[in-house]
């Protein structure tokens, strides 16, 4: 079953940036890179960082506690690939960004 929940506006998050959103007192990060938005959980799994705060290079999104590098696109650690973050399903509906957060659906921690 999936639970598509409105996170803001299209404007609300600039290119190439990280965003945080905590729905149901779930912090998400949401990011806006030229290829779209994506949604992760927004806690870094290394020390707990706030992704949501981070910065956003291409699809890269670099943890500001500790520098820990994850693809917004597959969640994968740019490092170490076997550590996946849980990533969720966005869609841009009418200038409104939406996120997936069913939590049977998200991706896996390892």
């Known amino acids: 079953?999936?639970?598509?929940?409105?996170?803001?506006?299209?404007?609300?998050?600039?290119?190439?940036?990280?965003?945080?959103?905590v729905i149901d007192g779930r912090v998400f990060a949401v990011i806006h890179t030229k290829d779209g938005f994506f949604a992760m959980d927004g806690i870094c799994l290394h020390q707990g960082g706030p992704l949501g705060k981070g910065t956003v290079c291409g699809n890269v999104l670099t943890c500001p506690w500790h520098g820990w590098?994850?693809?917004?696109?597959?969640?994968?650690?740019?490092?170490?690939?076997?550590?996946?973050?849980?990533?969720?399903?966005?869609?841009?509906?009418?200038?409104?960004?939406?996120?997936?957060?069913?939590p049977a659906i998200e991706t896996p921690a390892p």
């Not at 693809?71 to 939406?98: K, M, Y």
């Open 1 to 21: 079953m999936t639970r598509w929940v409105p996170v803001g506006s299209a404007s609300d998050f600039p290119l190439d940036t990280s965003n945080e959103r």
């Open 69 to 102: 590098q994850y693809d917004v696109t597959s969640g994968a650690h740019l490092i170490n690939t076997a550590i996946v973050h849980p990533t969720f399903p966005t869609r841009l509906e009418a200038d409104t960004v939406w996120i997936d957060v069913d």
